[in-house]
């Protein structure tokens, strides 16, 4: 059980950016992403955030589901993680399937937002 208004926030925005992946709403992942941000993939690939969002528009990542199973949330300040089992059913790169992936996934306030970024508090 989340137990804070932050910690709440940040599981929100969480979910809030699984569904616009779903959703292919680039608009919503544009605002809420950061700029700058480079994601993983359980391949081991990088990206940067335009590199993935290309991938999502034009149909090479497609995402179905999402279940988030026992969020951990620490905030400290303006920087907060979240960890998670993540059940994700997708098909990517022309493979279909349900896959459980371990989550870490950092998030900034800026102005009074939270938004999705790859670094953790004291990185620069």
Same mark, same amino acid.
């Given at each position: 059980?989340?137990?804070?208004?932050?910690?709440?926030?940040?599981?929100?925005?969480?979910?809030?950016?699984?569904?616009?992946?779903?959703?292919?709403?680039?608009?919503?992942?544009?605002?809420?992403?950061?700029?700058?941000?480079?994601?993983?993939?359980?391949? @081991?690939?990088?990206?940067?955030?335009?590199?993935?969002?290309?991938?999502?528009?034009?149909?090479?990542?497609?995402?179905?589901?999402?279940?988030?199973?026992?969020?951990?949330?620490?905030?400290? @300040?303006?920087?907060?993680?979240?960890?998670?089992?993540?059940?994700?059913?997708?098909?990517?790169?022309?493979?279909? @399937?349900? *896959?459980?992936?371990?989550?870490?996934?950092?998030?900034?306030?800026?102005? @009074?937002? *939270?938004?999705?970024?790859?670094?953790?508090?004291?990185?620069?």
């Amino acid at each position: 059980m989340i137990n804070s208004d932050e910690k709440r926030a940040v599981l929100q925005k969480f979910e809030q950016m699984q569904q616009a992946m779903i959703d292919k709403d680039m608009k919503t992942l544009n605002r809420i992403v950061k700029e700058g941000t480079l994601f993983t993939h359980m391949s @081991g690939k990088t990206q940067t955030k335009a590199e993935f969002f290309e991938e999502i528009a034009n149909g090479t990542l497609n995402y179905f589901k999402y279940e988030i199973k026992n969020p951990v949330i620490i905030v400290k @300040g303006n920087y907060a993680t979240l960890n998670a089992v993540t059940t994700l059913t997708a098909k990517v790169y022309g493979i279909s @399937g349900t *896959w459980s992936l371990n989550t870490n996934a950092s998030f900034e306030k800026i102005d @009074g937002e *939270w938004v999705y970024c790859n670094k953790k508090q004291g990185e620069q």
